[in-house]
């Protein structure tokens, strides 16, 4: 359905017909359908008046409408059928259908339609999935009921008939559309229809319970509740995006909540989250106790602990409230045998379990490591302890991370699942430290505090000041695990903003972190943590960065001294023989784009800003000058949507030296056609901002400068640095969600740091009016 015409007043009574607070889901959606009958079949009765026949003729709602759950833009799926011969259809059917279909059109709705003979559309069904679960709900609305009854009656005997196959086609479909579209629960975008714990997810287990699958009534009554939940979800977004959809972007989730009677988008995603991890973990577990368990010798795995029938249970005697550590030893037995730990064996963990003392039980602690070591077997195991509140038993702390959206497409998923992923990273890189126990830990915990008020680094630093003794770890290891928490963006943001070749720089590491044991820690929980945040938080780039920012830290924490291990990253000896030709050379390797030319002010900005109107956002950048006056800069630049059209953009960097290109104007032009990128965070940035790193360098001073990412900004800031009589020595641009933040080694021209208080002034002043 769209808003436009006759739609549009369809949509309109609807809202008039509900609830003025939350909107009520699926009445919502069940009074728009019973609006849309009323059109539908003033225009079957006007059809068939202007074009009538002998034959017998019928209207079906089918697939989401013949379930009655319309949506303001959801597609008006009909099938209509007829008992008229073949060459006759033309002269006879064909009216009717174009004057039923054409008004429909006209006035905007998205329409999914058939014309087929009975006969047809007996023969289709058998076999075919998709036109038998659209029968599976189909509705008469018109037309002879005979007829009607004789399809749907006939498509309920080919779906029972082919039940053993349909079932198998659906779980295949289901787990394809899951892995695709991934879960609802934890993903910060979700897929409120083909994802997991979507939608979908429950329509498929009403298919397959026609086919026979067994499902628990009560379950049914939860799955009815969270379907409810997920159409409230999905009206509102139809009604705050004006357009159909699933998947609920960040940019919209503040208007949807509005839309959907919600106090907040925060409350919104809670719900969404809520819903679709219990239609995850209700449609997983009813295929897999009627179809799916998996067929292996039963065994006892450990004290208490029995794999029987495929699934992990308590054995007989084996007593929770004596023994609480059963629980997660059932979770390690899981995940080892890649299991589910059995439904009675949750139910009565979550009844007979009680929240752990101050100090953890004997063993505990061993077992969350075991578990936390098996990797992503583990992150199914923790969702299912989650779904029965349990994780929450062990560790308060926990619960208020339990589906906590981040808010910002940086990141993909909830804080919960982010810190199992993490830990799951972590786990494939334990040979690379010497405490394995630490890191698999200090990832499951790095970020807890953004579960509560404040700097999260800070709160998640008292909070495992206090978790780690209660969990067994003694001083020496909750030290190392507060400081993977205190420093767990260190070496990232170090390796991104900083100047490596800087002595200053690696002494400042080495400080902060203090022992190789933590750095190694500190490296591996880098690499696990910017995995687990999504594809633009690592790349091969950034782990070269970061590897060389640890070699070099690692061996000042052995003794040596950072002026033994600051050599020059760039430039290569390559570059340097170029140089010393003293001829403009511009060069390409990839994503990297090397300029040489005879040394000059701004050129370093006349370059950028060829790049911005190429489209290439660059995301890192260096400039080195020599003694015989040649300089050299090298930008890394990432092209969004297309390849590098690189014989023009060589010409235009060529022009741009030269000053032979309206930079400027061209930049004007380019942000008033350009596509503005869609918002990322949940959010608006802060005000631009302007600061100074004391201590940063050893040689040069370094500002930072963080803004609103925009057409031409690197251009624009590097400009406005010339202008106030400064070289730039080394720069690194970084784009996090919505804003860059750029850091710049500078030196006066007269090749001294920049000490003076009215030049500062002056300089931020400069660069504030830049990026404004």
């Avoid at 009216?95 to 009975?118: M, Q, T």
């Avoid at 032009?669 to 503005?676: D, G, I, L, N």
Wanted: aromatic share 6%; net charge negative.
């Amino acid at each position: 359905m769209t808003p436009d015409g006759r739609a549009d007043q369809l949509v309109a009574a609807a809202d008039s017909g509900r609830p003025k607070a939350p909107n009520q889901g699926l009445d919502y959606c069940r009074a728009l359908s019973r609006i849309t009958d009323e059109w539908v079949v003033e225009l079957f009765d006007a059809a068939i008046a202007a074009h009538p026949t002998k034959h017998r003729v019928a209207l079906l709602a089918v697939g989401g409408y013949g379930r009655g759950e319309l949506a303001p833009y959801s597609d008006l799926d009909l099938l209509l059928v007829h008992d008229c011969k073949a060459r006759k259809v033309s002269n006879e059917i064909e009216p009717i259908a174009s004057a039923i279909w054409y008004p429909l059109w006209d006035a905007g709705v998205k329409l999914g339609h058939a014309v087929r003979r009975v006969d047809e559309q007996l023969d289709l069904i058998d076999g075919d999935l998709d036109s038998a679960t659209a029968l599976l709900t189909a509705r008469p609305l018109a037309g002879d009921v005979d007829i009607a009854t004789e399809v749907i009656e006939r498509g309920m005997k080919s779906w029972a008939s082919n039940r053993s196959t349909y079932l198998g086609v659906l779980r295949g479909r289901m787990r394809e559309r899951q892995a695709n579209a991934a879960d609802v629960a934890y993903r910060l975008e979700p897929d409120l229809k083909a994802g997991h714990g979507g939608l979908r997810d429950v329509q498929t287990v009403w298919w397959a319970r026609a086919s026979g699958l067994e499902v628990i009534e009560e379950d049914l009554v939860a799955l009815d509740e969270c379907y409810d939940m997920l159409q409230r979800a999905r009206v509102a977004l139809h009604q705050a995006t004006g357009r159909p959809g699933e998947v609920m972007r960040l940019e919209d989730q503040d208007e949807i909540a509005k839309c959907g009677g919600w106090l907040d988008a925060d409350a919104m995603m809670a719900d969404v989250a809520a819903a679709g991890r219990t239609v995850s973990w209700l449609c997983d577990e009813n295929w897999n106790r009627a179809v799916e368990r998996d067929q292996v010798p039963d065994r006892q795995i450990a004290s208490g602990i029995a794999l029987q029938n495929g699934e992990i249970h308590l054995t007989e005697g084996a007593d929770p409230v004596a023994d609480p550590t059963l629980a997660l030893k059932a979770a390690v037995a899981a995940a080892r045998t890649e299991c589910r730990i059995a439904r009675s064996t949750l139910e009565r963990l979550r009844d007979e379990v009680e929240p752990w003392p101050s100090i953890w039980p004997i063993g505990a602690r061993n077992e969350l490591v075991a578990l936390l070591l098996e990797g992503h077997r583990a992150i199914r195991v923790l969702e299912s302890l989650d779904q029965f509140e349990l994780l929450s038993r062990f560790l308060p702390e926990w619960e208020p991370v339990r589906s906590k959206p981040q808010r910002n497409a940086y990141h993909r998923f909830t804080v919960d699942r982010h810190l199992w992923e993490a830990a799951a990273n972590a786990a494939e890189l334990v040979d690379r430290v010497g405490r394995p126990d630490l890191l698999v830990v200090g990832a499951l915990f790095h970020d807890i505090g953004k579960g509560y008020p404040g700097d999260h680094t800070e709160v998640g630093m008292d909070m495992v000041r206090d978790i780690a003794p209660r969990i067994g770890f003694n001083g020496h290891d909750t030290d190392a695990l507060v400081t993977m928490v205190e420093h767990h963006l260190l070496l990232p943001d170090v390796a991104m903003r900083r100047d490596l070749t800087d002595e200053a720089t690696i002494d400042l590491v080495a400080g902060l972190v203090g022992s190789v044991e933590k750095l190694e820690l500190l490296d591996a929980l880098t690499e696990a943590d910017s995995k687990a945040t999504g594809p633009s938080a690592w790349g091969s780039w950034k782990e070269e960065l970061v590897d060389e920012l640890v070699s070099r830290t690692k061996h000042v924490l052995g003794g040596g001294r950072a002026s033994e291990v600051t050599w020059r990253l760039f430039p290569d000896e390559a570059t340097l023989a170029v140089m010393a030709k003293g001829e403009v050379d511009i060069s390409r390797d990839g994503d990297l784009i090397t300029i040489i030319s005879p040394d000059s002010t701004g050129t370093f900005s006349q370059v950028a800003g060829v790049l911005s109107l190429h489209g290439l956002d660059v995301v890192t950048a260096r400039a080195y000058s020599d003694e015989q006056g040649m300089a050299a800069s090298q930008f890394r630049v990432v092209a969004p949507k297309a390849e590098i059209k690189w014989r023009s953009l060589k010409a235009d960097l060529r022009k741009g030296m030269n000053y032979e290109l309206a930079i400027e104007a061209r930049l004007v032009e380019r942000a008033k056609t350009y596509r503005r990128r869609r918002r990322t965070q949940a959010d608006a940035p802060g005000p631009p901002r302007v600061k100074f790193i004391e201590g940063g360098s050893s040689n040069a001073t370094v500002i930072e400068v963080q803004a609103v990412s925009k057409i031409g900004i690197l251009h624009r800031i590097t400009k406005a640095l010339n202008e106030v009589g400064l070289d730039i020595r080394h720069a690194t641009v970084q784009t996090i969600g919505m804003e860059v933040v750029d850091t710049f080694y500078v030196r006066t021209r007269a090749g001294g740091l920049v000490t003076r208080t009215s030049h500062r002034k002056e300089i931020q002043k400069a660069l504030l009016h830049a990026v404004s």
